[in-house]
């Protein structure tokens, strides 16, 4: 597995390195945007997440992330010195998995990240091949959970794990009516102590600009009690 650290603060960036190494984990650190791009680019599909700070010398990250998100579904966790809520909003809008301000408790970033790898796999390896439930067709978009490939209009889309996890909910729960405190439990189990109501909401609202459109709304807000996908 290869974790790729995105922070300047070499120091900093060692203790990550540090506090999450195991025999199975490597990682790479870069230390500006031009050197995580390059690696990203040549070689994503072996990425399993990236920590990635905002504040770096060659811009934001926020520049990174919309190039990942236009890519790759890989998960992504950001840390920064930015604790305004906007900040975290417009991180989870641009398709962030967690949002984690400096400065911050190693064990909770341990935490974090071992949640993020969690769901991480179980929306890779969760679901058996060659049952019926892998693959849905709605409108002009194509659903595969077994490969991981979403398409609308033949073109791929990339959703991030929260935004995938979301999804298979609610397609599997077609025309009922989920609570948040459902969709809450059911998308983040145990992990959602570290989870506020601003992921969710983000996450819906993601996942309603992808799918959704003037002629055909599927995320439908019950008011009072919940979501309802029809």
């Known amino acids: ?64 992330l919309k190039i990942i998100r236009s890519q790759s579904n890989v998960p992504v966790l950001i840390l920064t010195a930015n604790d305004m809520e906007i900040d975290e909003v417009k991180a989870l809008t641009m398709g962030a998995d967690d949002f984690l301000t400096k400065p911050f408790s190693l064990a909770v970033l341990r935490a974090r990240v071992n949640a993020l790898l969690r769901r991480s796999c179980f929306s890779n390896s969760s679901i058996q091949p060659g049952k019926s439930n892998l693959i849905y067709q709605l409108d002009d978009m194509v659903f595969d959970f077994e490969r991981l490939i979403f398409k609308k ?7 991030s794990v929260n935004e995938q996890r979301l999804l298979k909910l609610f397609l599997d729960n077609k025309g009922s009516v989920l609570t948040r405190e459902i969709l809450m439990e059911r998308l983040w189990g145990e992990d959602g102590t570290f989870v506020d109501e601003n992921t969710l909401s983000v996450t819906i609202n993601r996942l309603r600009s992808k799918i959704d459109n003037d002629k055909s709304k599927h995320i439908n807000t019950v008011y009072g009690q919940g979501y309802r996908f029809d």
Request: net charge negative.
């Open 1 to 64: 597995m290869i974790i790729q650290i995105v922070e300047d603060d070499r120091a900093l960036s060692e203790g990550i390195a540090i506090t999450l190494s195991d025999d199975n984990t490597e990682f790479r650190k870069e230390h500006t945007i031009k050197d995580a791009v390059k690696y990203f680019q040549n070689d994503s599909t072996s990425i399993s997440l990236i920590i990635l700070d905002i504040n770096l010398p060659d811009g934001t990250g926020y520049d990174y």
């Open 153 to 159: 209009e033949n073109n791929e889309i990339f959703f």
